[in-house]
T-cell receptor, first 112, second 116 residues
Framework: DQQVKQNSPSLSVQEGRISILNCDYT??????FLWYKKYPAEGPTFLIS?????DKNEDGRFTVFLNKSAKHLSLHIVPSQPGDSAVYFC???????????FGTGTSLTVIP | ETGVTQSPTHLIKTRGQQVTLRCSSQ?????VSWYQQALGQGPQFIFQ???????GRGNFPPRFSGLQFPNYSSELNVNALELDDSALYLC???????????????FGPGTRLLVL
């Protein structure tokens, strides 16, 4: 049962434009959400997080939006750069327990 | 600050064998989580260790077991290997002030296991 879903396996964006990566979840007990970026042959690298008490968190070019009523979060990258090309995973954690649940990833390609 | 390291980087085993994977956590971290990432999938939580005790487990059979040492490094042991165990095994470390919380996990590069 996939509790965190990334329905777009891939996304291509022109350099300088906005990249929007989406993530949906089913478990209303999730209260902490993270985005990770993964390059080939490397482990996932933490990018940005948001707790359920917020609806937006910004860090430089990266902004995460959380819509609790829709059980949806998104990662915006502005402006997109070729070095952003990687697989992006969203992850969620419930308010009890220690397990992080990951989506299946979205492969972002930023075209120069 | 030393990041999360894992060894070996690659491993080939045959069905029925046993394997031990190792992880050194990032300095200052006291919690280690292990994940299995099959091809085309996201990481799946295996278990977490905190203060040398298992502190949460995902939907994996008992032949997946682990250890955490006083220096917070950790091992993942898999017995009676099956073909479906072929995957990337990721270790993530974090700091927990209590047995849970909104800690961020930092991942190592992973060990790629192939079971023939």
């Amino acid at each position: 049962d996939q509790q965190v879903k990334q329905n777009s396996p891939s996304l291509s964006v022109q350099e300088g434009r906005i990249s929007i990566l989406n993530c949906d979840y089913t478990n209303s007990m999730f209260d902490y959400f993270l985005w990770y970026k993964k390059y080939p042959a490397e482990g996932p690298t933490f990018l940005i997080s948001i707790s359920s008490i917020k609806d937006k968190n910004e860090d430089g070019r990266f902004t995460v939006f959380l819509n609790k009523s829709a059980k949806h979060l998104s990662l915006h990258i502005v402006p997109s750069q070729p070095g952003d090309s990687a697989v992006y995973f969203c992850a969620a954690k419930p308010n009890t327990g220690n397990q992080f649940y990951f989506g299946t990833g979205t492969s972002l390609t930023v075209i120069p | 600050e030393t990041g999360v390291t894992q060894s070996p980087t690659h491993l080939i085993k045959t069905r029925g064998q046993q394997v031990t994977l190792r992880c050194s956590s990032q300095s200052g971290h006291n919690t280690v989580s292990w994940y299995q990432q099959a091809l085309g999938q996201g990481p799946q939580f295996i278990f977490q260790y905190y203060r040398e005790e298992e502190n949460g487990r995902g939907n994996f059979p008992p032949r997946f077991s682990g250890l955490q040492f006083p220096n917070y490094s950790s091992e993942l042991n898999v017995n009676a290997l099956e073909l479906d165990d072929s995957a990337l095994y990721l270790c993530a470390s974090s700091f927990s002030g209590t047995s849970g919380g909104m800690e961020t996990q930092y991942f190592g590069p992973g060990t790629r296991l192939l079971v023939l």
